[in-house]
């Protein structure tokens, strides 16, 4: 994985008035001067995540002349693309591009130990010799986290956190957020607090879809989110807090401090299966609370935790086996409650691997397979739960059902395939009277 560098931007090469010259080092020893040829525009700097996109000319030595070209971005005709703190250009040269806004043009001087050292870049750059780079910021892109790459999800880091540790499921979170588009502000929240993984419940009302990316977040970070409708509140909007349907969203958050979890793999076997009886129990009261998305994140990590556990013996491997065979018949039943029906199915098919005569997950298949309009195999499932279980009359109701959609559904094809019988009829007649039976004379 690449490392991300420590760099900080610094503030007085930010902001400055065209032809002035700045010392942008930490320590202000001269190794880094910028000087500014064109001011850029908007409020932004670049920052973690983000992929800058610049034209440069880079010479070698002191002076600014054709003769001491070394590289430049005009050979290939192309834009050069860097991501930002990744490593992939010299030190002094990145701590110059933090300073810059696009449509920005400087010239940056950099000594040799913040460029390219002791050693150079045979055979164009010899060893202890400063560079200069003439250099223009022509777009800086921010991070897509949508999974279709469609820009739906962005994310701008503003101010990048501190440490190395991220959230996890569950751990303690106290986080600021404010949530607006344009000039109009929808809510603004200082320190909501919450356990990482319940923070969309009533009351608490933090976004789930925001949520979701915390596990990423470190502490004291605060970035920019933006968010297409669909990835937001979509069609029902939030009308507690006057977000209507449809609505394009910007978020700015602070993940203000947090507290970690244990992670499953530091727990011993008994600790994970109290964990996982824990999950449980928090997935029922969410369920009961008709809090589907979160219920259903409580019973996805009963089946994570024990889903690939392959240690377990005796009692401890029975215990493991119920749990993951509960995890996925509640996690099915929730599935069915959000309308994400073949979800459904594969943790009732996980679910039959487990314990092939658990009538409740071939009603809960059959189920999602009556919504999919697959009366064939719903019907299938149903008299298997029936089977297994004479008393349950729902599944009787449901093996009537099935019956009477796959004889409407016949019913229904039988009428369209008369009607489009008729209707090539009725074209052959109309073909023969119009032409007088011409077309075959070919």
């Known amino acids: 994985m690449t490392s991300v560098f420590r760099l900080e931007r610094h503030p007085a090469g930010c902001d400055m008035e065209v032809g002035e010259s700045v010392d942008i080092t930490p320590d202000q020893d001269g190794g880094v001067i910028k000087r500014l040829i064109k001011k850029g525009a908007g409020d932004d700097y670049p920052n973690t995540g983000d992929t800058v996109y610049f034209n440069y000319i880079g010479y070698t030595g002191e002076t ?3 003769e001491f070209i070394f590289d ?9 693309k860097h991501e930002v ?12 591009i933090l300073t810059m806004k696009v449509g ?13 050292g ?19 910021i022509i777009r800086v892109e921010c991070q897509d986290l949508s999974e279709k790459e469609d820009l739906s999800i962005l994310k701008k880091v503003l101010i990048r956190g501190k440490g190395h540790g991220t959230p996890n499921f569950g751990g303690e979170i106290c986080a600021d957020i404010k949530c607006y588009y344009g000039d109009t502000v929808y809510y603004d929240k200082k320190g909501v607090q919450f356990l990482l993984g319940e923070g969309s419940t009533d009351g608490t009302d933090f976004p789930m879809f925001v949520e979701d990316l915390l596990i990423c977040w470190k502490c004291e970070e605060i970035a920019r989110l933006y968010f297409a409708s669909h990835q937001a509140y979509g069609k029902k909007g939030f009308p507690k807090y006057n977000i209507p349907p449809d609505q394009n969203l910007h978020f700015i958050v602070k993940l203000v401090k947090f507290e970690q979890n244990s992670d499953f793999w530091e727990m011993d076997n008994p600790e994970k299966l109290e964990k996982c009886d824990s999950f449980k129990q928090k997935g029922n009261m969410y369920f009961q609370k008709e809090e589907y998305p979160i219920a259903a994140k409580f019973y996805e990590m009963m089946v994570e935790y024990v889903e690939h556990e392959y240690c377990m013996e005796g009692e401890e491997e029975q215990h493991r086996a119920q749990i993951f065979l509960n995890g996925n018949l509640n996690l099915a039943q929730t599935y069915l409650k959000m309308e994400k029906f073949i979800e459904a199915i594969e943790c009732c098919d996980k679910a039959i691997k487990s314990d092939p005569n658990n009538p409740k997950a071939y009603y809960r298949r059959g189920m999602a397979q009556l919504s999919c309009m697959d009366h064939e195999n719903a019907l299938k499932d149903f008299q298997k739960t029936y089977e297994l279980e004479p008393e349950n009359k729902a599944a009787l109701r449901k ?3 099935c019956r009477r959609a796959e004889i409407e559904c016949k019913r229904k094809q039988r009428e369209n395939d008369r009607r489009m019988m ?6 052959q007649n109309n073909g023969a009277t119009s032409d007088g ?3 075959m004379s070919d």
């Open 104 to 116: 920005e043009r400087a010239i940056l001087y950099i000594k040799s130990s913040y460029a390219f």
């Open 64 to 66: 600014v002349a054709d």
């Open 422 to 427: 008729s209707g090539l009829g009725q074209n």
């Open 72 to 80: 430049t971005s005009e050979r290939d005709g192309h834009l050069f």
């Open 85 to 96: 703190l990744k490593g992939q250009v010299i030190r002094g040269f990145e701590m110059g």
């Open 118 to 136: 002791p050693k150079g870049q045979l055979p164009k750059i010899p060893p202890n010799i400063s560079v200069i780079f003439d250099t223009e």
């Open 437 to 439: 039976g011409s077309s």
């Open 399 to 401: 093996i009537d059902e």
